[in-house]
């Protein structure tokens, strides 16, 4: 019988809580000055492969985007879930925008071999654009389903079914296998039976061991390996560029009470007066 | 010094396309948001450039005849619209595929080879849609901006401005800058669309944060032109379906509110009355109702008519909503730390507590001292003065 | 359909991590099902794991290398009670009543030594196809007509078993469920409050004059306590100290009393202030009930295929001032897992309850838990009680060479402690006489400790509140019902604004100025004492959820 085959997207983002990011001479993201970490959103991406691969065997692979010393997020990816993993990584590929890492990305799946599922997580914390999985699917010809906050998988139907949020709706939605998954923040893995639970922790040790290990699971590919377009990847296939970055100034916020006193109706007036011009403005 | 050359696109652009969602038939509030910021952004290009180039509208849905009217008098001048059972609920295959076909194709309207600019919702619908129609028409987009301007911008970069060996500076003209906040409000980034020497991106496009923009006062009647999208799409563009769809029990999300006010155990000696003061004077501001975790535990006993404000989902603080309104009255609450952590990010913060020691009073921008009994009423009477009028006032 | 294990044991406490042991350790498929975040979040111990001389069936049974391997703090080899009359205190040394029948005393912080009990089960579990599982409450029996088969959950579907141990704890909602027992009266519980304060190791060994892996125990009894039937104690641990208080829930209700303040009463004494050296630093505060084994072990601790261990079954041994319940709750495990061993072994699976009641009973924990019944109920007597109040309590007795050698034996007497009544007598008039007596004044230059006001000492707990989810409703707000919750709720002042409990004064649609009793479950320890003393529907939170302690 076919087992099912999944690829997961992942990217690393810059580590926010230290230090501060800093920027190259082309306002792209010096990512060399900033400790980077695997996208938080993209542990939930990670966590539907699991939940699958509990419930229904076969294999997780991993893809991600980077420079070579990105072997570090696919690591902390693997620890999750994830039994190889593949790094996308040359030179000529820097600087992409969301387009360019989804022809690359597209790219690197299908050298792979088409999976089953892809499954990516919403929005990384650094772009924030939650663009790259719907892009990617789209590259791939995959249908998609985005905003996905539970799923399963109909192995004989060949069909995936999920519930997406949409709005203040909630969706069920069927598609059939192939198909690109892009989970929501909100995405929680279900486990109903005992049995699935202890095969979920063995499992996550399992991957947790491999991970310790990834060098034997681990390839990394570079243009020439993937055989893309050069015109398509990179700056060159980047129609966006970021024109200027200014600093948000975060202004310290201390508060000292103007008091008023209830008595007063002049006071009162003049508070109320502010409310008004602050709610209008 | 040499004179910066100026770029020629090589494919013809024309026009402001903004994708209006709906839902339910019904547009989304940033759907009207957009339209009125092109409005203003093509009022002022077609002044700069002396061009005459529109604000079309894309809207899809299952009998749209109301919504392409609303378009038309919220700023549109075209509409492109496609009426179809199976645009009811969003679908991103399909959507995408007539969105391209209507921006590639030409019609009785439109002449040129595709949309100069495209806005679209950064909702999660509009997000994706805006992903998968530049990855269908190979442009470039940016997410989540809420301020926009068209300007030409003179621009040095490493691949597109490169002639032979040597990076020029090349002024784009007509570049729809879109900034947007960034690295979770690290920076400000602006993102333009750039075409390259050897292929042009257009068009530029973005998605635009709801709120951001305000909406045209609506004229009636506004007329304009209508083009049909034919939906001529087949299974294979329609893969994935939508077996069910239902309300998510209603919630009540004081996150996005402006304005909030909140009630706190001051009302403990006549809950029933303190809670109808408190959503009185937040009627008068248009405002939501929020608790501290102290009326949720309290259980007052108190009237059917106010009891959906003792509940649990509109509590603020640490293991409630945390909301950051622009303006946040606080009525009765002693401001323990976790409603505190809940509600500091407020931009102002104006308390009224009988209690001149309540810690709340460390962090507010306004502290009111008296009886929220007989405070609230006075106060509500001074803001709808203040708002015009005793009964006129609305914000 | 149901899932299948041969064995299900709710629980992963002492009681259900050696029932799961054992039975693994014999090629049984078992599953452990625990609602805590991991072994031990929820679980706090007064302090000492007992080994038992006449019993084969403690903890080096299953692991004859524990003393090497577990987290434990130290054996506890001296032992003092401490008579305190005011400023006056008079310690005598009892460590003949804690040797009594001991092979080991290790004091023990729960959530490091169940952790590592659980790792042990839980990879001894997994070679036959079970395991623990963690975040998952079973709430009652899974029941087929009017048969016990199996457990059902908040979070998994449910599932079946040969043989269901129930081991979660004094507020089991298995036993209750499955009506082997109620919450009962008061009188039936005893209620713990503790803290695990944190004291560098070179100071601990220096001002408790121990050293290597050994350490004291101290009890504290007299009239610090309001005249509460109970005591406080210290234990040392490697670089912390237990300290708490455990009374009768009854005397706690009875003198409207929180317990929380007796414990700060005895770390502010100056006896408490030169026996640390004046160093207190909190850690972490922590409640529980503790079943009073005398009126609260079950008889018959088994339904059908569902057999009842450790302080679900009551199963908790107070020989005075001596309180043994880790190693009954370890004993009766494997004693459960054996009798399903056995009548596996005998394809008689429905005789496992019986047979497991007939091993108990053969134990030391049958004897422990019911035996010397005619001897209790004698000393138990109020006319020879006063009689010899009287006699005893005189100073002059006391003074006397011959007083204090008879008293000293009394209170090192393991077979007197066995026997001693629950009244004011053992438990303050005596210790007060003594220290009144014959006690050393004690003063302190160095300042009493800083203890933390309770919403601080809630505000350092670990909570996963289940938001929108209250495991407890009152059923009666009215003070008259439920107003002793204030008081006796370990995590409740009426000080305080953070806590569970408190009155709340509101006036009616009819305008109507009432008191009411209100609830707020965020700050919960879950402890139960307030489904005793307070008309409540009382759940254990979903799994997960809850109060998670980091000592124990």
Redesign the interface.
Known sequence: MHSMNTVVLVKGVPDFREGKVSFKEDNTLNRGATPTVLNPNDRLALAAALELKVKHGGSVRLVSMGPPNYKTILREAMEVCGDEAYLLSDRMMGGADTLATAETIAAGIRKIGLPDLVIAGFKSADGETGQTGPQTAWVLDFPIITHVVSLEVDEKARLVRARRTAGDDIEEIEAPLPCFIVTDPGFTAVFRSATNRLRLLRLGEETVARASKIDSVFKMWGVADLGVDPKKIGLKGSPTIVNKVEPIPVAAKERTAQVVDAKDAGQLDEVARRIVQLVRG | MSVASTWTPKGNYRDMWVYCEQNHGKFVTCSLEMLGEARRLMDKYNVDYKADEKVVAVVFGHKVDGLVQEAFEHGADVVYACDHPALENFILEPQTKLLAAAARGKDHYKSYDEPRYFLFPATNNGRDISATAMAALESGLASDCNVLYISDEPIKHPVKTRRNEVIEEIVYPRILHMKRPDFSGFEWSTILCIDDPDKDFHPQSCSVIPGSFKPLERAAGRKGVRVNVAFNLGEKDQRVKIVKRERLPIEVDLTKREVIVAIGRGIGSNPTQGIKLGVELAQALGADVGISRGVVTAKYPVDASVQQYTKEIRQIGETGQMVKPKVYIALGISGAIQHKKGMDKSKTIITVNSEPSAPIKEFSDVYIHGDLFEVVPKLKEAIQRALGGKNGGKV | MA?K?EAVVVGAGPAGLAAAYELARNGTQV?V?ERGKFPGAKNVTGGILYGQSNSPFNLDYLFPDFEKKAPLERDIKSYVMHNIAGDKVKSMDITRLHDHKTSYAWSVLRVPFDKWFGERVHREA?KH???I?TN?RAKAPLEDGNRIVGVVTD???P?KADVVIAADGATSDLVRTAGLRGWGPEEHWFQGVKVVARMPRTLLEQRFNVSGREGSGHLFAGDLFGGCRGGGFLYTNKDTLSVGTVFHLDSITAKKTEPHKYLDRLIKHPFFTNLTGGHYDEAEYSAKLIPDGKKNALRFPYRDNLLAVGDAAGQMKAAGPIIKGMNLGITAGILAAQAFLTAKRQRRLHHMGPLYGSYLANSYVGSELFGKRLLRWLAGWRLPNKMLEGFVTRPRFIRSKFGQKRIQRMVSSYRLASIAPDNDFVYVGLPTAVGRAIGDRVESELPAAKTRPIDDRI?ALTYD?D??REHIVVRD?SVAASGLAVMTCPVSSPDS??GCYRL??????SGR?SR?V???T?PCVECGTCAIVAATDWNTPRGGKGVQYQLG
């Open positions: 899932e294990f599953l099902l997994e196809g079970g395991g599982l998952v979070e998994l579907d599932i505000a509140t938001i929108g707000a604004s953070r709340e004064k509101a006036r009616d649609a100025e009411r209100v609830l707020d965020q």
